[in-house]
């Protein structure tokens, strides 16, 4: 019944993986942090099976978009904290507690909400806060919350905090205001009561940009996402390469087709491509339908017997075209590789995002729909 994927198929390299997690647990337990993985959008693309792995391996808290997204790793059957980041509705506060999810409250309307459906359960659900230092996007402003929010909060029998946090806007850009971001942080929780009345909580706000640049930003948790998938946040490479962390997602596909094309002529719609010389093409099936930005037209590389040749032309919804002029040999049915290593050569996420002007999390979420095999 399964399609066995043999036109396109994406690699997880569990071993790498494995490897990120643990050098990235080491790193942060040097600054006191643990690391909560993130893992919404289907692990960035990769799968949310990579989740179980993760848990078997260590990791005890993740943090995911959607009540759906942690609905569905309990399904497969992950057994570790689940953090729901990205807010919620009223009605899907049953499945929140069913599915045993902590929520991030970002809103008062959630925050009621919660309450209210908790208490009419008789339950007790534990919560994080999350707080708008100048994202601008979920959270609350500190102005906008009664001077004595947490006091409510302590005596409410149905609500726990958990934890309280703020997510930084440009932390791979901006140290200025990163900084000062952090600052705003750290200033409204110095306004809590220190007197021990309010429980413990966690306190966090890394992401994985600012894991990497401002070490002293890590506090209780670390949210770290792309770093664990070994890609750099701010798109160089060398951040993630220089801590040893490795790409697990690599790309590849197969030749569908190998002829002969004479000097001057046209390849792909809209004629983007007229060959120079006489030149050898394969034609590959992977296209924009499947992941791959149309925006990389006439601007990628991918690899063939471990050397770099160009895409000729327009992608298709389901198919490019490469050159393989100077590739001796080359057959029907040959392994391309449009994302991952060949012996010496690499192509890197961070290089695709770079040529069709992106960032690296786009890049790999937008592969998320490749049949993937889970290399062992
Ligand atoms: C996605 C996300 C992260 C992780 O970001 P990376 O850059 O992938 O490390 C951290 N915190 C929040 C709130 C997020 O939404």
New binding site residues.
């Given amino acids: 019944m399964e399609n066995t994927g043999s036109h396109l198929w994406m690699e997880i390299d569990t071993q790498a993986l494995q490897h990120n997690l643990l050098t990235l647990q080491k790193e942060a337990g040097r600054s006191n942090s643990e690391v909560m993985g993130?893992v919404?959008a289907d692990a960035y693309g990769h799968g949310i099976e990579v989740v179980k792995l993760l848990f078997d391996w260590g990791l005890k808290r993740v943090?995911v978009a959607t009540v759906e997204e942690g609905c569905n790793l309990r399904k497969i059957g992950f057994r570790g904290e689940i953090l729901v980041?990205g807010g919620f509705f009223s009605e899907e506060i049953d499945s929140i507690l069913d599915n045993d999810l902590v929520p991030v409250v970002s809103c008062f309307e959630e925050g009621r909400s919660l309450a209210e459906k908790v208490g009419h359960r008789g339950e007790t659900v534990k919560f994080h806060l999350k707080i708008d230092t100048g994202m601008g996007r979920g959270g609350f402003l500190e102005r906008d919350l009664p001077a004595d929010w947490w006091r409510k909060v302590i005596q409410s029998p149905f609500l726990s905090l958990a934890g309280i946090m703020t997510?930084f806007s440009c932390a791979e850009s901006d140290r200025e205001y990163t900084e000062s971001q952090f600052g705003q942080f750290l200033t409204f929780l110095s306004h809590l009561p220190q007197d021990g009345t309010l429980p413990p909580f966690l306190r966090h706000c890394s992401?994985?940009?600012a894991f990497l640049l401002f070490p002293e930003m890590r506090l209780d948790l670390s949210?770290?996402?792309?770093?664990l998938f070994g890609v750099s946040?701010t798109g160089d490479a060398r951040l993630v390469v220089d801590c040893s962390l490795r790409p697990v997602m690599a790309i590849k596909t197969r030749i569908k087709n190998i002829k002969t094309l004479p000097a001057n002529f046209r390849v792909g719609y809209g004629s983007t491509f007229v060959t120079s010389r006489e030149t050898k093409v394969a034609v590959v099936s992977l296209g924009y339908a499947q992941g791959l930005f149309r925006s990389l037209s006439n601007r990628l590389e991918v690899l063939v017997r471990g050397k770099r040749v160009p895409a000729l032309g327009t992608i298709s919804m389901d198919q490019m075209v490469i050159d393989v002029s100077g590739i001796e040999g080359v057959k029907r049915g040959e392994v391309v590789t449009v994302l991952g290593r060949e012996g010496e050569e690499e192509i890197r996420v961070e290089e695709l995002a770079h040529r069709c002007g992106t960032i690296p999390?786009e890049i790999l979420c937008s592969f998320r729909r490749v049949t993937k095999k889970i290399c062992r």
């Fill in positions: 993130v919404k943090g980041l997510h992401n994985s940009a949210r770290l996402g792309i770093a946040p999390h």
